[in-house]
Protein backbone atom coordinates (compact mmCIF):
# COMPACT_ATOMS: atom_id res chain seq x y z
CA UNK A 1 0.00 0.00 0.00
CA UNK A 2 1.17 3.93 -0.11
CA UNK A 3 3.46 4.86 2.41
CA UNK A 4 4.16 8.38 3.16
CA UNK A 5 6.79 8.72 5.99
CA UNK A 6 7.18 12.40 7.80
CA UNK A 7 10.32 13.68 9.85
CA UNK A 8 11.03 14.59 12.45
CA UNK A 9 8.65 12.42 14.24
CA UNK A 10 8.39 14.60 17.27
CA UNK A 11 10.70 18.27 17.81
CA UNK A 12 11.21 20.60 20.27
CA UNK A 13 12.44 23.77 19.91
CA UNK A 14 13.27 27.35 21.82
CA UNK A 15 10.88 29.92 20.90
CA UNK A 16 11.90 32.14 18.04
CA UNK A 17 13.70 29.31 15.67
CA UNK A 18 12.52 27.93 12.89
CA UNK A 19 11.76 23.91 12.20
CA UNK A 20 11.54 22.30 9.39
CA UNK A 21 9.31 19.11 8.57
CA UNK A 22 9.96 16.69 5.86
CA UNK A 23 6.70 14.86 4.00
CA UNK A 24 7.32 12.17 1.43
CA UNK A 25 5.59 9.62 -0.59
CA UNK A 26 7.76 6.52 -0.47
CA UNK A 27 6.27 4.38 -3.21
CA UNK A 28 4.20 6.86 -5.64
CA UNK A 29 3.97 9.87 -6.79
CA UNK A 30 2.06 12.79 -5.54
CA UNK A 31 1.35 16.09 -7.45
CA UNK A 32 -0.77 17.18 -4.53
CA UNK A 33 0.57 16.92 -0.80
CA UNK A 34 -2.03 18.41 2.29
CA UNK A 35 -0.34 19.91 6.00
CA UNK A 36 -2.95 19.08 8.32
CA UNK A 37 -2.86 20.82 12.29
CA UNK A 38 -4.61 19.23 14.92
CA UNK A 39 -4.54 20.54 18.61
CA UNK A 40 -5.57 17.88 20.99
CA UNK A 41 -8.99 16.74 21.15
CA UNK A 42 -9.77 18.79 18.25
CA UNK A 43 -10.43 17.62 14.26
CA UNK A 44 -7.72 18.34 11.66
CA UNK A 45 -7.12 21.83 10.23
CA UNK A 46 -6.34 21.79 6.65
CA UNK A 47 -3.22 24.76 6.72
CA UNK A 48 -2.42 24.20 3.08
CA UNK A 49 -2.17 22.63 -0.76
CA UNK A 50 0.70 21.74 -1.78
CA UNK A 51 1.39 20.63 -5.55
CA UNK A 52 4.50 19.94 -7.15
CA UNK A 53 6.36 22.80 -8.84
CA UNK A 54 3.82 25.36 -7.86
CA UNK A 55 2.98 27.61 -5.14
CA UNK A 56 1.11 26.64 -2.05
CA UNK A 57 -2.54 27.47 -1.57
CA UNK A 58 -3.31 28.82 1.98
CA UNK A 59 -6.41 28.50 3.71
CA UNK A 60 -8.01 32.01 5.85
CA UNK A 61 -6.31 32.61 8.85
CA UNK A 62 -3.20 30.38 7.71
CA UNK A 63 -0.11 32.91 7.71
CA UNK A 64 1.86 31.75 4.20
CA UNK A 65 5.37 33.68 5.49
CA UNK A 66 5.08 31.86 8.59
CA UNK A 67 4.50 28.66 7.40
CA UNK A 68 6.64 28.47 4.39
CA UNK A 69 5.71 25.41 2.12
CA UNK A 70 8.06 23.67 -0.63
CA UNK A 71 6.81 21.21 -3.23
CA UNK A 72 9.81 19.96 -5.24
CA UNK A 73 9.51 16.89 -6.26
CA UNK A 74 6.52 14.36 -6.83
CA UNK A 75 7.77 12.36 -3.30
CA UNK A 76 8.89 15.47 -1.44
CA UNK A 77 7.02 18.15 0.87
CA UNK A 78 8.36 20.28 3.14
CA UNK A 79 6.48 22.73 5.81
CA UNK A 80 8.97 24.99 7.16
CA UNK A 81 7.62 26.71 10.77
CA UNK A 82 9.47 29.93 10.48
CA UNK A 83 9.93 31.88 14.21
CA UNK A 84 7.81 29.50 16.04
CA UNK A 85 6.52 30.25 19.42
CA UNK A 86 4.77 28.26 21.76
CA UNK A 87 1.17 28.45 20.54
CA UNK A 88 2.68 27.14 17.17
CA UNK A 89 2.95 23.25 19.15
CA UNK A 90 0.95 21.21 18.02
CA UNK A 91 0.53 17.85 15.98
CA UNK A 92 1.77 18.47 12.47
CA UNK A 93 0.16 16.03 9.77
CA UNK A 94 0.86 15.68 6.09
CA UNK A 95 -0.77 13.50 3.73
CA UNK A 96 -0.32 12.85 0.11
CA UNK A 97 -2.57 11.75 -3.12
CA UNK A 98 -1.53 9.07 -5.10
CA UNK A 99 -1.55 10.80 -8.41
CA UNK A 100 -2.79 7.21 -9.94
CA UNK A 101 -5.38 6.56 -7.60
CA UNK A 102 -9.24 6.33 -8.95
CA UNK A 103 -10.63 7.47 -5.43
CA UNK A 104 -8.30 10.36 -4.62
CA UNK A 105 -7.61 8.94 -1.09
CA UNK A 106 -5.54 10.99 0.99
CA UNK A 107 -2.41 8.86 2.85
CA UNK A 108 -1.37 10.36 5.98
CA UNK A 109 2.20 10.27 6.99
CA UNK A 110 2.47 9.53 10.84
CA UNK A 111 2.65 13.23 11.73
CA UNK A 112 5.61 15.51 14.01
CA UNK A 113 4.36 16.34 17.66
CA UNK A 114 6.25 20.18 17.53
CA UNK A 115 6.47 21.57 21.13
CA UNK A 116 7.73 25.57 21.66
CA UNK A 117 9.45 26.22 24.70
CA UNK B 1 -22.48 26.50 1.98
CA UNK B 2 -20.99 23.24 2.87
CA UNK B 3 -20.91 21.80 6.20
CA UNK B 4 -20.60 18.06 7.49
CA UNK B 5 -21.93 16.47 11.08
CA UNK B 6 -21.49 13.63 13.15
CA UNK B 7 -21.69 12.78 16.95
CA UNK B 8 -19.00 14.07 19.08
CA UNK B 9 -18.48 10.61 21.11
CA UNK B 10 -20.31 7.22 21.02
CA UNK B 11 -19.96 4.15 23.72
CA UNK B 12 -20.58 0.57 22.84
CA UNK B 13 -19.52 -2.95 24.41
CA UNK B 14 -16.72 -5.15 23.16
CA UNK B 15 -18.14 -7.56 20.97
CA UNK B 16 -21.39 -5.60 19.97
CA UNK B 17 -22.04 -3.59 16.55
CA UNK B 18 -21.69 0.11 16.68
CA UNK B 19 -23.13 3.10 14.16
CA UNK B 20 -21.80 6.06 13.77
CA UNK B 21 -23.23 8.38 11.29
CA UNK B 22 -22.33 11.32 9.33
CA UNK B 23 -24.77 13.64 7.63
CA UNK B 24 -23.32 16.40 4.94
CA UNK B 25 -24.43 19.56 2.76
CA UNK B 26 -22.37 20.46 -0.33
CA UNK B 27 -23.35 21.42 -3.80
CA UNK B 28 -20.11 19.49 -5.26
CA UNK B 29 -19.37 15.62 -4.31
CA UNK B 30 -17.01 13.31 -5.42
CA UNK B 31 -17.04 10.60 -2.64
CA UNK B 32 -17.22 10.01 1.35
CA UNK B 33 -14.11 8.73 3.13
CA UNK B 34 -13.94 7.56 6.34
CA UNK B 35 -10.73 7.21 8.32
CA UNK B 36 -9.76 5.84 11.80
CA UNK B 37 -7.76 7.79 13.91
CA UNK B 38 -5.85 6.32 17.24
CA UNK B 39 -4.72 8.92 20.07
CA UNK B 40 -1.43 10.74 19.02
CA UNK B 41 -1.44 8.99 16.02
CA UNK B 42 -2.11 10.31 12.01
CA UNK B 43 -5.28 8.91 10.52
CA UNK B 44 -5.65 5.56 8.25
CA UNK B 45 -8.18 4.89 5.41
CA UNK B 46 -11.31 2.80 6.45
CA UNK B 47 -13.06 3.22 3.13
CA UNK B 48 -14.58 5.29 0.47
CA UNK B 49 -18.48 5.39 -0.98
CA UNK B 50 -19.34 7.39 -4.13
CA UNK B 51 -22.51 5.57 -5.03
CA UNK B 52 -25.12 4.96 -2.81
CA UNK B 53 -25.19 1.57 -0.85
CA UNK B 54 -23.38 -0.46 1.64
CA UNK B 55 -19.48 -1.47 1.18
CA UNK B 56 -17.91 -4.10 3.47
CA UNK B 57 -14.65 -4.65 4.06
CA UNK B 58 -14.42 -7.17 6.78
CA UNK B 59 -15.91 -6.27 10.06
CA UNK B 60 -16.40 -2.38 9.06
CA UNK B 61 -18.87 -1.53 6.68
CA UNK B 62 -19.82 1.92 4.82
CA UNK B 63 -23.09 2.98 3.78
CA UNK B 64 -24.22 6.48 1.69
CA UNK B 65 -27.24 7.87 0.55
CA UNK B 66 -26.23 10.85 -1.93
CA UNK B 67 -29.89 12.06 -1.84
CA UNK B 68 -29.77 12.09 2.15
CA UNK B 69 -26.64 13.71 2.38
CA UNK B 70 -26.22 10.61 4.96
CA UNK B 71 -23.34 7.97 5.87
CA UNK B 72 -22.93 5.42 8.37
CA UNK B 73 -20.05 3.55 9.73
CA UNK B 74 -20.94 -0.02 10.75
CA UNK B 75 -18.45 -1.55 13.10
CA UNK B 76 -19.08 -5.50 13.86
CA UNK B 77 -17.67 -7.64 16.76
CA UNK B 78 -15.81 -4.62 18.30
CA UNK B 79 -12.79 -5.08 19.68
CA UNK B 80 -10.87 -3.04 22.54
CA UNK B 81 -8.42 -2.19 20.04
CA UNK B 82 -11.24 -0.04 17.97
CA UNK B 83 -11.44 2.57 20.47
CA UNK B 84 -10.34 5.65 18.83
CA UNK B 85 -11.42 8.40 16.87
CA UNK B 86 -13.82 8.37 13.49
CA UNK B 87 -13.52 11.25 10.82
CA UNK B 88 -15.84 11.18 8.26
CA UNK B 89 -14.95 13.34 5.20
CA UNK B 90 -16.64 14.40 1.98
CA UNK B 91 -14.57 15.05 -1.24
CA UNK B 92 -15.76 18.39 -2.90
CA UNK B 93 -16.16 19.36 -6.34
CA UNK B 94 -12.59 20.90 -6.23
CA UNK B 95 -11.17 17.28 -4.60
CA UNK B 96 -10.39 18.53 -1.36
CA UNK B 97 -11.32 17.09 1.42
CA UNK B 98 -13.82 18.44 3.69
CA UNK B 99 -13.71 16.91 7.30
CA UNK B 100 -16.07 16.32 10.17
CA UNK B 101 -14.79 16.96 13.79
CA UNK B 102 -14.69 12.89 14.63
CA UNK B 103 -16.42 10.47 16.89
CA UNK B 104 -14.95 9.35 19.71
CA UNK B 105 -15.15 5.88 20.15
CA UNK B 106 -15.17 3.85 23.50
CA UNK B 107 -15.15 0.75 23.64
CA UNK B 108 -15.96 -1.05 27.61
CA UNK B 109 -15.04 -4.90 27.86
Known amino acids: GAVVSQHPSWVICKSGTSVKIECRSL??????MFWYRQFPKQSLMLMATSNEGSKATYEQGVEKDKFLINHASLTLSTLTVTSAHPEDSSFYICSARDLWSDINEQFFGPGTRLTVL | GQNIDQPTEMTATEGAIVQINCTYQ??????LFWYQQHAGEAPTFLSYNVLDGLEEKGRFSSFLSRSKGYSYLLLKELQMKDSASYLC??????????WGAGTKLIIKP
Open chain 2, 26 to 31: TSGFNG
Open chain 1, 27 to 32: DFQATT
Open chain 2, 89 to 98: AFMDSNYQLI
